[in-house]
């Protein structure tokens, strides 16, 4: 019988941590054997099961990644913390021979290769994606293949209020994406000036505009707006619950194992 993957959550007390470990206890051949979390958290030394709701199941949450990969050695670290503070949670694994699934978006094009320089020189794998959820990945599927015939697109992300980074590491992969069917859209098509800056929103690989709406009350979502003379196409994906990116967290955990370099976008793993 294959033996479980071990998988260490960091930032497993977090909103995204807290659902990876309920999913990773839930399912047949993973095996949570560790939890860490930001040294001051008031639940640092409590039983993780307990701190998400479900039964104790024997783990206890810790602040110090670094001595937690070398003494529980887990075959898998799943990152979903902060942008400041995922490189050096991704360093620290990958130098310890630990392979990583990272969901934490705001790194930047040098982190990603950074990262990919590392997991390379060690040959341990990892998977950088920023949206785990089967539909968003679709999205940016079908918003490329449509990309070779509509010149013009925006996109309009929409997050919950307590999400730190702007624009969402969806918005700036779907841009990447559809800038790889063309190279720039609607260049020089719109004239005038912002009379509040910012307005137009930010302009991501290709020229394509990205707008981010931070409001209570929402998940994850955004739309693509693609245009051709007197018509739109609009591709729209829903995030209405965190459950909506664990099938995609569990499949990237187990295809971790079989690589011994960074991929970048679970559309590069399904
Ligand atoms: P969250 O609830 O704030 O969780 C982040 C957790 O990381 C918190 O418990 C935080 O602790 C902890 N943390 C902070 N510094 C740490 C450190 N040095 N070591 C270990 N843990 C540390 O945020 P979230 O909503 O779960 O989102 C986490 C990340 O996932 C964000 O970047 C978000 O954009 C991303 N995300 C990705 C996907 C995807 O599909 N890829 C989907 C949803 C969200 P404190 O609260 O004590 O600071």
Partial sequence: MPKDIKVLVCGAAGKMGQSVVRAVDAEAGFKLIGAVDRSGNPNIGKDIGIICGINEIGVKLTSDLKEALSKLQPDVMVDFTMPEIVIVNAQMALKAGVRAVIGTT??????????????????????????????????????????????????????????????????????????????????DSVKGKETIKGARGAAGDGNIHIHSVRLPGLLAHQEIILAALGQTLTIRHDSYDRTSFMPGVLMAIKKVMELDHLVYGLENII
Avoid: C
């Fill in 106 to 187: 705001g790194m930047t094009k040098d982190d990603i290769s950074e990262l990919s320089k590392i997991s390379k020189q060690n040959a341990t794998g990892t998977i950088v994606a920023p949206n785990f959820a089967i539909g968003a990945v679709l999205m940016m599927k079908f918003a490329k293949e449509a990309s070779k015939y509509f010149a013009h697109g925006e996109i309009i992300e929409f997050h919950h209020d307590k999400k730190l980074d702007a624009p969402s590491g969806t918005s700036i992969k779907s841009a990447e994406l559809m800038a790889e069917a063309r190279k720039v859209f609607g260049r």
